[in-house]
């Protein structure tokens, strides 16, 4: 007995009680419909679709179909990061390979800028963009692909070269956080 005479449950059993009467109730479905309870799948599903997009969100996941199919196709073909061609740890750097990979990877910044002309937001991607065709600029004035000789245009084409073997990735992104609004 406790305080004025009241007998105490152990806390065990009170959890116990409690615990069984959750369930219960989870599976009688009697959360499904409850106030404040979140919807089941089939409602969650009306919902979404119910919900359209913002025409922020209309002009990003166009922008994302756009490109999205290009980049893939490209990384895919080219390799990206260790795996491309342009990759710092491959001798292939001072190659044709990497001056296809980096054609390849100028023509998708060009075709990203020209998707977001006009466009509000995609900041990212458009410095992104911007920052690639930068390199491989550099890249094609250095004549990399052309093996130098001289030991400082080699290491001068290294900074570019990486750039352009992380670009497929990195205009990708720039898409995804044009989705998120930067």
Same mark, same amino acid.
């Given at each position: ?28 479905? *009697? ?5 404040? @309870? ?18 922020? =969100?209309?002009?990003?996941? =166009? /922008? ?9 196709? +490209?990384?895919?073909?080219? =390799? ?5 061609? *342009? #990759?710092?740890?491959?001798? #292939?750097?001072?190659?044709? @390979? *990497? ?12 075709? #990203? ?9 995609? @900041?990212?991607?458009?410095? /992104? ?14 004549? *990399?692909? +052309? ?7 080699? +290491? ?27």
């Amino acid at each position: 007995m406790g305080t004025y005479g009241i007998r105490r449950t152990p806390k065990a059993v009170v959890l116990g009680v409690a615990g069984l009467t959750v369930a219960g109730m989870v599976m009688a479905g *009697c959360t499904a419909g409850a106030k404040g @309870a979140p919807p089941a799948d089939g409602q969650r599903a009306a919902t979404a679709q119910a919900t359209p997009l913002s025409q922020a =969100g209309q002009i990003a996941e =166009g /922008v994302q179909q756009a490109l999205t199919g290009r980049l893939d196709a +490209h990384e895919t073909h080219f =390799g990206s990061g260790t795996n491309s061609p *342009c #990759s710092t740890s491959r001798a #292939s750097m001072f190659t044709s @390979a *990497c001056q296809d990979a980096a054609n390849a990877v100028n023509d998708d910044a060009a075709e #990203s800028l020209a998707e977001i002309a006009g466009k509000p937001g995609f @900041a990212t991607l458009r410095s /992104v963009a911007t920052e690639l065709q930068k390199a491989v600029g550099l890249y094609t004035g250095l004549g *990399c692909a +052309h093996a130098p000789g001289d030991a400082e245009v080699r +290491h001068q084409c290294l900074a570019p070269a990486a750039q352009i073997a992380q670009g497929e990735t990195d205009l990708r992104g720039g898409v995804n956080m044009g989705l998120t609004g930067r």
